[in-house]
């Protein structure tokens, strides 16, 4: 039986078999284009949520975080969004920065970063602020700008009563609250030591 299709105005017709095997082709690339196109749409919304994310930074997961957290020996202690004890130096002085250079490599500032206006507070965190210190917006608490310690770990404190260019406390909320009732006695009993107290417990 032959195969070739009669001939209309323009010559010889393509046989059955290379028609079919044209119509397949062309199936075929179309159903290329339309996955081509599937993939495409795919990736869009990806690509605007990382330029959402490169727009709105603070939005991100590196935004600080302050909450209470327990650390073995101590307690009570506030950390940071990684588990890491936060600590303060009595050094520290309106206007006057005592951890510096070499210093701050072992004691991280808890600097905010760029697009974050304060810090978070976890539940049942109060006295939080921002200072602008040498290493950026500090984040402070009760006036004190914190600090980590570079050898700590979640849940473990090395460097309660260090000194090192100054002396470095953990930021214990149980401790700060023993201290103001004892200023406010010193206050209204009218204390010599009352004012310097109260100077204390904004800046140690």
């Known amino acids: ?3 070739t299709m009669p001939a209309g105005p323009g010559g010889t017709q393509p046989s059955r078999p290379q028609a079919r095997r044209r ?75 005592a951890c510096k250079g070499a210093c701050l490599t072992y004691w991280p500032p808890l600097v905010l970063p760029r697009g974050q206006k304060a810090p978070v507070a976890g539940k049942g965190v109060t006295g939080l602020g921002v200072v602008k210190s040498p290493s950026g917006q500090q984040v402070t608490w009760h006036g004190k700008p914190l600090y980590t310690f570079i050898r700590d770990s979640k849940g473990k404190a090395f460097g309660q009563g260090l000194v090192q260019d100054g002396k470095w406390w953990l930021a214990q909320p149980v401790a700060a609250v023993a201290k103001k009732t004892t200023t406010t006695k010193g206050a209204t009993s009218g204390s010599s030591g009352a004012t310097t107290t109260t100077k204390a417990s904004t800046w140690a």
């Open 1 to 3: 039986m032959d195969d």
């Open 23 to 97: 119509a397949l082709l062309g199936l075929t690339l179309f159903g290329a284009a339309l996955g081509v196109a599937a993939l495409a749409a795919t990736a869009l919304p990806v690509a605007a949520s990382q330029h959402s994310a490169a727009k709105h930074p603070a939005a991100a997961t590196n935004r600080v975080v302050v909450q209470l957290g327990t650390v073995a020996k101590y307690g009570h202690v506030l950390v940071d969004q990684k588990g890491l004890p936060l600590y303060y130096d009595t050094a520290v002085r309106p206007g006057h920065w």
